[in-house]
């Protein structure tokens, strides 16, 4: 399978995901530490199909996209105009971010940080999300938790079904600690033949104590404001699935 055909599932795919959620937990930790006055720039790294860009852009946030996949792009783009708003999306990899000035807000949702393969891009992605945020602007990211990676997801299957698509998703453990490998199968209806079509993808995501995350904001010249989990307010337990961190710079 593609990674062209895996963009356009893709939406399939996290269509039960909590975008509202990510929406109001940024507005609230912006009124928080006190930004959100006048035209908010933000920052959307590993944007994927766009959702959350566009979905802050009508929210009034001045939005750039930023995503490793130009068939992810080509999606987003597609999203912008059919929603009538000029986005600027850029392919690069967030551990090698560059050349796109200061922003009041960098967010990587989603767990995308957990698709970077070694501890080198993710203290890369920070040192580089240092030198594009503003002085006084917050970072904002989350990721699954190690109990996530190895009692929720690992060796489970999870399935979904309707006319049009359907997937079966399996997780397995990955070779690192606390990685997982999910396979994918999609099921494609092709209208014209009436046969569902198979395409197969193989993603791979991998997580870190909050201390070891913690410790790499630090060394890249964060403050670390405060670290919650699960869209509430209050700090990781052990049961904690989605870890939220926002920091601001020293």
């Known amino acids: 399978m593609s990674y062209e055909q895996f963009a356009y ?5 996290m269509q039960d995901a909590p975008y509202d959620e990510w929406i109001q937990f940024v507005k609230d930790k912006l009124v928080k530490y006190g930004i959100s006055e006048g035209s908010i720039k933000l920052l959307d790294l ?13 929210e009034g946030y001045q939005v750039t996209g930023v995503d490793l996949s130009a068939d992810m792009l080509a999606v987003a783009h597609t999203k912008g105009e059919k929603a009538g708003i000029k986005i600027p999306f850029f392919q ?3 551990a090698d971010l560059e050349g796109h000035g200061e922003f009041d807000v960098i967010g990587i949702f989603c767990d995308s940080l957990n698709y970077l393969e070694s501890e080198d891009e993710i203290k890369n992605t920070f040192l580089n999300v240092y030198k594009h ?14 109990y996530k990676m190895t009692e929720v997801f ?3 299957t999870f399935a979904h079904s309707d006319d049009h698509v359907s997937y079966i998703w399996n997780s397995f453990p990955g070779e690192k600690p606390n990685s997982v490998e999910h396979e994918l199968s999609f099921f494609v209806l ?12 193989l993603h791979l995501q991998r997580t870190y104590s909050v201390q070891q995350y913690s410790n790499w904001l630090n060394d890249a010249g964060f403050d ?7 869209f509430e307010n209050f700090a990781p337990k052990d049961h904690s699935e989605r870890i939220f961190f926002t920091a601001r710079k020293k």
């Open 9 to 13: 599932l893709y939406d399939e795919l």
């Open 46 to 58: 590993a944007c994927g199909t766009g959702e959350l860009s566009v979905r802050f852009a009508e």
């Open 92 to 94: 690069q990899n967030m």
């Open 133 to 146: 945020l503003s002085q006084t602007g917050i970072f904002i990211f989350d990721v699954h938790s190690i």
């Open 154 to 156: 690992i060796n489970q």
């Open 190 to 201: 092709d209208e014209k033949s009436g046969k569902y079509d198979r395409y197969d993808e």
């Open 224 to 230: 670390i404001l405060d670290i919650s989990s699960d």
